[in-house]
């Protein structure tokens, strides 16, 4: 059997990305049960910057019906040795290659049909420099009306960089067609 090997993020060592893995996990099952979606729905999920695999594997565990088109370059330095072998050797080891269809391509060009109930990324979009806002509307343009985006770069737990993240929320909410609302409250509790 092969063994699944989700990589090594650029800026960390393997303990560090398992370690990020973990937490991010947490974060999205988190995320997953706030919006509401039945987990035995069939839904179409679109992976945006799929990697190796690991966020798609987060989410068929928790939808066990769904099926995940996952899409990524599957080049560059944020990942060193991603490619679309290894993400389907991964897929295969897990037991949910059935369920996925990766797609090589770039998110800043790629044209999806409206046809996807919930959209994840994770630590990808910081690696787009300026080239997010595009992936953000293929983004927004893939998603049904009334689904979900949910995007691991936004999630913060301080108040570090305030400014700039609220910059960001607020560039990128034409897109999704919504209002971002950031109060987020310092070590004393006060709002920022």
């Not at 999920?45 to 370059?73: E, I």
């Not at 209002?179 to 004393?188: A, E, H, I, T, Y």
Request: aromatic share 10%.
């Amino acid at each position: 059997m092969t063994e699944v090997d989700f990589g090594v993020y650029h800026h960390t060592s393997r303990e560090g990305s398992d370690a990020a893995r973990e937490a991010a996990k947490v974060v999205f099952l988190e995320a997953f049960s706030k919006t509401g979606i039945d987990t035995n729905a069939s839904i179409k999920v679109l992976d945006a910057g799929c990697g190796l695999g690991f966020l798609t594997y987060v989410v068929l565990s928790h939808y066990p019906k769904a099926t995940v088109t996952a899409v990524d370059k599957f080049e560059g330095n944020s990942l060193p040795g991603n490619s679309l072998e290894r993400a389907k050797k991964n897929a295969e080891a897990l037991g949910i290659s059935e369920r996925v269809e990766f797609v090589a391509s770039d998110l800043t060009t790629i044209n999806l049909k409206a046809e996807y109930d919930l959209a994840v990324s994770n630590l990808v979009f910081h690696n787009l420099w300026r080239k997010k806002r595009a992936a953000y509307k293929a983004v927004a343009e893939s998603l049904k009306a009334g689904s979900y985006f949910l995007n691991g770069d936004l999630f913060i737990r301080t108040n570090l960089f305030v400014n700039p993240l609220r910059r960001e929320l607020n560039a990128t909410a034409d897109f999704f067609g919504a209002d971002f609302v950031l109060n987020p409250k310092g070590p004393s509790g006060a709002t920022s």
